[in-house]
């Protein structure tokens, strides 16, 4: 089982629709969670982080944790065209001996005009 | 503010040929990381620096040396390019280890 899953997609949408992006761990290590956004040919860009369980919000963008279920996830709402990139998820492992950030395989969406 | 800067963007080598990988950062940070990213296998650790003066071996450290030259700076070595190290490398810093990383715009490699 790998540490961290992310489904690869394609996942495709019409313009305005609320897309929900997932992460499921394996390990209760895991306590910091990060969302990036991967635009085609460009490095990863910090979206959202966060350390709790619950809800964090940053414009059209939330960030969900549920550290009991080892699961994460981050909704779009009114997604626009610009939106399509790769989302990836990451997680620090605490109890890890390297100090590193875990990555999902990333999901790619498509936001349709 | 330049944030991560990585250089040559592209880079096409013949196997057996040797290359640094250049990366500086202006952010302050203490960490930093060269990635390798590839189709199908997600962003993979080949070094990080966790502070000036330390380096350490990631998920996938063979083939590769690293060496961080001082605060800002954190290079990439291959010494005897493989094709099997055709990818794209990404230097990435944060402020502290285990905190959130900032990326470079990548290198892409071809060892032919």
């Known amino acids: 089982q790998k540490e961290v899953e992310q489904d690869p997609g394609p996942l495709s949408v019409p313009e305005g629709a609320i897309v929900s992006l997932n992460c499921t761990y394996s390990?209760?290590?895991?306590?910091?969670f990060m969302w990036y956004r991967q635009y085609s040919r460009k490095g990863p860009e910090l979206l959202m982080y966060?350390?709790?369980?619950g809800n964090k919000e940053d414009g059209r963008f939330t960030a969900q944790v549920d550290k009991s279920s080892k699961y994460i996830s981050l909704f779009i709402r009114d997604s626009q065209p610009s939106d399509s990139a790769t989302y990836l998820c990451?997680?620090?492992?605490?109890?890890?001996?390297?100090?590193?950030?875990?990555f999902g395989k990333g999901t790619k969406l498509s936001v349709k005009p | 503010n330049a944030g991560v800067t990585q250089t040559p963007k592209f880079q096409v080598l013949k196997t057996g040929q040797s290359m640094t990988l250049q990366c500086a950062q202006d952010?302050?940070?203490?960490?930093m990381y060269w990635y390798r990213q590839d189709p199908g296998m997600g962003l993979r650790l080949i070094y990080y620096?966790?502070?000036?003066?330390?380096?350490d071996k990631g998920e996938v450290p063979n083939g590769y040396n690293v060496s961080r030259l001082n605060k800002r700076e954190f290079s990439l070595r291959l010494e005897s390019a493989a094709p099997s190290q055709t990818s794209v490398y990404f230097c990435?810093?944060?402020?502290?280890?285990?905190?959130?990383?900032?990326f470079g715009q990548g290198t892409r490699l071809t060892v032919v």
């Open positions: 990451a997680m620090v492992n605490y109890g890890g001996s390297q100090g590193n950030l875990i």
């Open positions: 620096s966790a502070s000036e003066g330390t380096t």
């Open positions: 390990n209760s290590a895991f306590q910091y």
């Open positions: 966060t350390y709790s369980s």
């Open positions: 952010m302050n940070h203490n960490s």
């Open positions: 990435a810093s944060s402020e502290h280890l285990n905190t959130e990383a900032f």
